[in-house]
């Protein structure tokens, strides 16, 4: 898991404090999780660079007044719904020795040897959500579709590892190739004509 890193400064809460940070071109933010509870503010780029890179997950949190840096992730994020700015971000710090849950990136790598043969390739799934210790957390989930025959298909049940669990239902479909319109077409003359020929015999 790659990890961005983040300064911010203590604040205070209260809505005039958010309103003036936002103001500010800074963002509120708040730090929470074991015995730790940190409203803070930062830089509205710094949070750019988390959105800017798919890949990136973590972040090194240092706050101003704490000596040590704090190992966090990304939990939620409030936009604004007209101009799609970011309102405020929840951050939960990392506990090396028990697992977390957050939403990975999926990677589909290969051609599918259906498609070559005239299948429609289709997937709709983006991100997974999985459960894992954070030594174990990959940048993304990789996927390779290149075996995906006409009539394939790749569910969840088909992607579990030992390093982590994908919590989606596991009947989630992932990936398949179907016949194209052009391709059902194509079988349909065929038959048509071998029955034809039997016909004619």
Not at 2 to 28: A, D, H, M, Q, T
Not at 116 to 139: M, Q, V
Not at 154 to 167: E, G, P, W
């Amino acid at each position: 898991m790659k990890y961005v890193n983040i300064y911010g400064k203590k604040r205070n809460v209260g809505k005039k404090n958010v309103r003036f940070i936002r103001i500010s071109e800074n963002i509120p933010c708040i730090l929470y999780g074991k015995d730790i509870n940190i409203p803070f503010y930062t830089a509205s780029e710094n949070l750019k660079k988390v959105m800017r890179y798919g890949d990136i997950h973590g972040v090194n949190i240092k706050i101003e007044g704490y000596d040590k840096n704090i190992k966090a992730v990304q939990k939620e994020i409030q936009f604004d719904p007209v101009s799609d700015e970011i309102l405020h971000v929840d951050f939960y710090k990392i506990e090396e020795s028990k697992p977390i849950k957050l939403s990975l990136p999926v990677k589909f790598v290969g051609r599918p040897i259906g498609v070559t043969k005239g299948g429609e390739y289709y997937s709709l799934i983006r991100k997974l959500k999985i459960k894992a210790f954070p030594s174990d957390i990959p940048e993304f989930i990789k996927i390779d579709i290149s075996s995906l025959d006409i009539g394939d298909r790749i569910i969840v049940k088909d992607l579990q590892n030992v390093k982590y669990s994908i919590l989606d239902p596991v009947q989630t479909l992932i990936a398949r190739v179907k016949n194209s319109r052009i391709t059902i077409k194509e079988e349909d003359n065929k038959n048509k004509e071998d029955k034809k020929q039997q016909k004619n015999k």
